[in-house]
């Protein structure tokens, strides 16, 4: 049985590895949610220096959904790269994901949100969140 | 030859049969076993090779669905380099009023650096007064030989399969609008490494389903 709801819905995570000699990580989340908008974006970033010895490791991950409005969007990027040459190899990771669901129509109008309820219990739109990984062993 | 359905695993094993045996030798390899075979630093310069992969699907219509996977992965064998990747995407429309849905998907590559590349692609579609769908799909495998390229250059091996109007076998849209891509991008090396993936999706209520996908990997 489907649910009705004008609720606007928007989830995002992140988070970063690093091992190494030196290593720092970075992982950010923020949502918003206003009339007929909702939006969230997580980075990660992750950086290790390691040795000659020891190499680096970074991973960094993110990932979002976004559920309930007429037009649901969401980019996600993931870059990686390990740089071993030289008595400090360096691995770095980085990972951003952006979703949005927008309530489009005319929000301050109670009738038309009512409408637009019965409309979506049969035609929800939705974007499941997209997934990038990445991993690089040396 | 290797078929239209060999696996990643035997479509190197048929490269690896064409290489002199000398060549064998230098990379530390074997035939028959190479794909999983590690070999010891040869002593030949490393050479570094490059794949992208990816591929987008939009449906138009009432009720659509767009989905995409993407994946590439490289890894430096030390005297060789393999990346295999794939790309699928599909994508499905349907409309209360005849002509009124749409679909289509496509995939593409772009590899550098290689000296064989062995490509398998199949587009598919169809259509009907009020439902259309399409899907494409992609793999790949592409090895570098280091210190070695074969005569005449890089040798690319088409396993072209022309498109059909049939209905591909793939996800009929239910009520709504639905839209999900996947990219995974995996570099396995001792020297320098790089993987990158995109994605993109968007969903319009009761209007269409977009998605994107790439991955790019260097070894």
Redesign the interface.
């Known amino acids: 049985m489907s649910e009705s709801s004008n609720m606007l819905f928007v989830t995002v995570l992140g988070k970063a590895d690093a091992l190494g000699d030196l290593t720092t990580t970075n992982a950010a989340t923020k949502t918003f949610a206003g009339a007929g908008i909702a939006v969230g974006f997580a980075a990660a970033t992750a950086v290790a220096e390691g040795t000659t010895a020891a190499a680096p490791y970074t991973d960094a991950t993110t990932a979002g959904l976004a559920d309930g409005?007429?037009?649901?969007?969401?980019?996600?990027?993931?870059?990686?790269?390990?740089?071993?040459?030289g008595p400090t190899p360096v691995s770095v990771s980085v990972s951003t994901t952006f979703v949005a669901t927008h309530g489009v129509g005319d929000f301050l109008n109670g009738r038309f949100l009512i409408i637009k309820v019965h409309?979506?219990k049969?035609?929800?739109?939705?974007?499941?969140s997209?997934?990038?990984?990445?991993?690089?062993?040396? | 030859m290797p078929s239209a359905n060999a696996n990643p695993a035997a479509q190197v094993n048929c490269i690896f049969r064409q290489l002199p045996d000398d060549v064998l030798d230098q990379i530390g390899a074997q035939r028959g076993g190479a794909y999983h075979k590690e070999t010891e630093a040869s002593g030949v310069p490393h050479e570094s090779v490059a794949a992208a992969v990816g591929g987008d699907a939009v449906a138009v219509g009432q009720d659509t669905v767009t989905i995409g996977l993407v994946q590439n992965s490289g890894k430096d064998h030390g005297g060789y380099s393999i990346i295999v990747g794939d790309a699928t995407f599909e994508a499905s429309a349907q409309a209360p009023e005849a002509g009124g849905a749409d679909a289509a998907a496509n995939t593409f590559m772009a590899v550098s650096g290689a000296d064989y590349i062995i490509k398998d692609e199949s587009n598919h579609g169809g259509s009907g007064p009020n439902d259309a769908s399409a899907s494409s799909e992609l793999s790949f495998v592409a090895v570098n030989i280091n210190g070695w390229s074969p005569e005449g250059g890089p040798v690319v091996i088409e396993l072209h399969q022309p498109g059909h109007q049939d209905r591909p076998d793939g996800h009929q849209p239910t009520d709504g609008n639905y839209a999900a891509v996947i990219a995974t991008a995996d570099a396995h090396s001792a020297d320098s490494s790089l993987s990158v993936a995109q994605t993109n999706a968007l969903a319009v209520e009761n209007q269409f389903s977009f998605v994107s996908g790439i991955a790019v990997v260097a070894v």
């Open positions: 409005g007429f037009i649901t969007s969401s980019q996600t990027s993931h870059v990686s790269f390990d740089f071993p040459y409309e979506r049969d035609s929800p739109a939705r974007t499941m997209s997934r990038t990984t990445s991993l690089s062993a040396l």
